[in-house]
C-alpha cells in the first residue's frame, strides 16, 4: 500500500518539502533506496550518502534538509517519525479470527486444564502445562513451552521455542523472540564445608504490558521474590536478568547486557551492550550507560555514565598496560611525598563538575 508524502506529512506532523503527491510504499537506506522508497537521516555518520540517494523522499531534521536532493519529510525527531511510517508502510500481519475459538495444530500438547481465549493460535509441538491461561488473540510459535501455571495476557506472541517456566505471567501484547527462556532458577548457592548448597527458587517472573525481549535472552525467577519486568520495556538479544532484578518502565538495554541479582534498575534507562551490573544495586530513573561499562554501585543521578576502555592501536595499549601495573607503586610514592610535605593524602575521589 502506497501513501503520498501529502498524507504522512498531515498524518506524522512533518514539514514537507517537495511534491505532496508523491507516493512511496516501501522504506530504504539513502544509499540503497530507489523510486518508491522513503529513507531517513537520523545519524551524522550517514550524511555523506544523502547527497547521492535516489530515495523518493527522506525523512530528516531541519538541520540537514537544505542538503537534501530529493523531497524532505522534517522533523526534530526524524528516527521516532521513520519508524512510525515503516510500520504504516510494512504492517505487521493482521490477526485473524479473534473471536473465533482457539485453534490448536496437530502434534501440540495442551493440557486440558488449560484455559485458551477466543483467537487463540497454538502452533505444532508446543507444550501447554496444566492451569495455563492464554488471552485472546495471543500466538504461540512452534515448539514453545509454557509450564504448569504460566499466564498470557491478550495479544501476546512468542515465536518458535520459546520457554516459560512455572510461576511466569505476561501482560498484553507482549513479544518473545525465539530462543528465550523466561523463569530458570536464578544462581543461588550457599558456600559450605564440603561445597555448595543450592538455595531453592520458590519466586516468578512478572511481565508488564507492551515488552519486548530478545532472542536467546534468559530472565531468571525470583529466589523469593518475583524478578520484575515493568510495562514497555524493550530488551535485546542475549541478554541474561538475574533473579530478583526489578527493570522499571521503559527502560531498554542492548545486546549481552548481564544483571546480577536483586539489582534494581530505574524507569527510562538506557543500557547499552555487554554492559554488566553487580549485584544489589539501586539504578536511578532515566540513567545511560555506554556500551562495556562495569556498575559496581548505586547511582543515584541521572545522567550518562561509562566504565570501558575504547580499542585503541596496539602498542599503545601495551604502553598504556605498562603504566597500569605501576600505578600502585606510583601512588604510594606520591602518599609519601604529601605526607613528608604536611599534605593531606587524597582519597582518590574527584567532584563531578559535569564537564566532558
Not at 517472573?205 to 530478545?214: L, N, Q, S, T, Y
Not at 603504566?323 to 605526607?339: H, P, S, Y
Request: net charge neutral; hydrophobic share 45%; proline share 5%.
Amino acid at each position: 500500500m502506497s501513501w503520498t508524502l501529502g498524507q504522512l506529512a498531515l498524518r506524522f506532523g512533518c514539514e514537507l518539502r517537495g511534491d505532496p503527491d508523491l507516493a512511496v510504499d516501501r522504506v530504504g537506506t539513502l544509499a540503497g533506496a530507489g523510486p518508491g522508497a522513503l529513507g531517513f537521516l537520523a545519524n551524522p555518520h550517514y550524511r555523506p550518502q544523502l547527497a547521492q540517494t535516489r530515495a523518493t523522499a527522506v525523512v530528516l531534521d531541519a538541520a540537514s534538509a537544505a542538503a537534501c536532493p530529493v523531497a524532505a519529510l522534517v522533523h526534530s525527531n526524524p528516527y521516532a517519525t521513520y519508524a512510525r511510517i515503516a510500520a504504516l508502510l510494512h504492517p505487521a500481519p493482521v490477526a485473524t479470527g479473534t473471536d473465533d475459538p482457539p485453534q490448536v495444530a496437530a502434534g501440540a500438547v495442551v493440557d486440558p486444564s488449560a484455559r485458551l481465549a477466543a483467537g487463540v493460535r497454538i502452533a505444532p509441538h508446543c507444550v501447554i502445562g496444566p492451569q495455563v491461561v492464554v488471552g485472546a488473540a495471543s500466538r504461540i510459535g512452534p515448539g514453545c513451552t509454557l509450564a504448569a501455571g504460566v499466564r498470557l495476557g491478550a495479544g501476546c506472541e512468542l515465536r518458535a521455542r520459546v520457554t516459560l517456566e512455572a510461576g511466569v505471567s505476561l501482560g498484553d501484547r507482549v513479544l518473545v523472540h525465539a530462543g528465550a527462556v523466561i523463569g530458570a532458577d536464578g544462581f543461588g548457592f550457599a558456600r559450605d564445608r564440603d561445597g555448595w548448597v543450592k538455595v531453592p527458587q520458590v519466586g516468578g517472573v512478572r511481565i508488564g504490558d507492551d515488552v519486548e525481549i530478545g532472542a536467546n535472552t534468559t530472565i531468571d525467577r525470583g529466589a523469593i521474590d518475583d524478578t520484575v519486568i515493568g510495562n514497555g520495556v524493550k530488551i535485546d538479544n542475549q541478554v541474561q536478568i538475574g533473579h530478583n532484578v526489578v527493570v522499571g518502565e521503559h527502560t531498554v538495554m542492548a545486546a549481552f547486557v548481564g544483571i546480577s541479582g536483586s539489582t534494581r534498575i530505574g524507569r527510562r534507562c538506557m543500557i547499552g551492550g555487554s554492559t554488566g551490573f553487580v549485584g544489589h544495586q539501586t539504578i536511578c530513573d532515566d540513567a545511560a550507560f555506554t556500551g562495556d561499562s562495569m556498575i559496581v554501585g548505586d547511582i543515584d543521578r541521572p545522567g550518562i555514565y561509562s566504565g570501558g576502555l575504547p580499542a585503541q592501536p596496539a602498542r599503545i595499549w601495551r604502553r598504556l598496560a605498562a603504566r597500569f601495573r605501576q600505578l600502585d607503586k606510583l601512588a604510594g610514592r606520591l602518599t609519601r611525598m604529601e605526607k613528608a610535605a604536611g599534605l593531606k593524602a587524597d582519597t582518590g575521589q574527584t567532584q563531578d563538575t559535569d564537564d566532558d
